[in-house]
């Protein structure tokens, strides 16, 4: 395997910028609605966005300096001056409407005017919600920190979450449902990703203790069939079971090979009951 190692001090910040949002994918787009002092509407989108603390519910997003000429964009302005903003979620609904309002429109320009959104009044805060949006949230500026003074360096701007508002039809038992909610979200360049459908899957998470992939066979560690996947769902077991009680059924495979892969097939199926008991099996080939 060749790696490729790049130095960021021999990135100019356009360059930086391309290769993060390339490497650090997919992010979740934070559509951000502001007003300015004079009270006139904001509304843009910003990938650099994510959750940091529930008690109380924090989170952060960072309009950041321009990267060709470091001034700071319409957005951090109008948080800065109002100290309040609106954090819209994006489904796949919205995602070419959300494309119209991220272009450099002039000071005063309403986008949600440009990009046919509509815009309904919030409960604590003076910028709008925006109508189309599956769940968003109302925040309080907390913090701004800045991560730099020149071309593209980070302007990250921390709020405070006053509330939450979701549309019903969005909701099972009361939460947001990434089932229903229909997220897209940014990669690098003109490329985003949508979460619905075979893009969403479920892990189970460890319970307790799990066995640990120290733990496996390494019989199972040195295969060509079995994969990385495949060895974690395995470690993830919580108890280690007795490999040499495991009992032959008729019809097993008898080779190595022909184990694996009924190995692989019955951990890509859950069935990790059947997965163990052709490990039995192939402990003694």
Not at 36 to 41: E, H, I, L, M, P
Not at 49 to 68: E, Q
Not at 255 to 271: F, M, T
Request: proline share 7%.
């Amino acid at each position: 395997m060749s790696i490729r190692t790049i130095l960021a001090s021999d990135l100019d910040p356009i360059q930086a910028n391309a290769w993060l949002t390339g490497s650090i994918a997919p992010r979740p787009i934070a559509f951000a609605s502001t007003v300015n002092a004079a009270g006139v509407r904001n509304l843009a989108p910003f990938s650099f966005f994510n959750a940091f603390g529930s008690n109380p519910p924090m989170l952060a997003f960072a309009p950041n300096r321009r990267g060709r000429d470091g001034t700071t964009k319409h957005t951090y302005q109008n948080v800065a001056a109002t100290k309040e903003f609106v954090i819209a979620t994006v489904s796949h609904a919205m995602v070419q409407q959300m494309n119209v309002a991220s272009a450099e429109y002039a000071e005063g320009v309403d986008e949600f005017l440009k990009s046919g959104f509509t815009p309904l009044a919030a409960t604590f805060v003076q910028a709008a919600l925006v109508a189309e949006s599956p769940v968003q949230m109302e925040c309080r500026l907390h913090q701004v920190v800045e991560l730099g003074g020149g071309p593209g360096s980070g302007l990250m701007l921390i709020g405070e979450i006053l509330c939450f508002h979701a549309k019903e039809e969005m909701l099972t038992n009361d939460l947001p449902d990434p089932r229903k909610l229909d997220h897209v979200a940014r990669n690098g360049g003109a490329f985003y990703t949508r979460a619905m459908g075979d893009s969403l899957f479920e892990i189970a998470k460890p319970a307790g203790k799990p066995i640990g992939f120290d733990r496996l066979p390494e019989v199972l560690k040195h295969s060509h069939i079995l994969s990385g996947n495949d060895l974690g769902r395995l470690a993830n077991t919580a108890e280690m079971p007795d490999l040499s009680a495991m009992p032959a059924k008729p019809g097993d495979p008898e080779g190595a090979q022909d184990l694996e892969e009924a190995i692989a097939k019955a951990v890509r199926s859950e069935d990790l009951a059947e997965a163990w008991r052709l490990i039995g099996q192939r402990l003694w080939c």
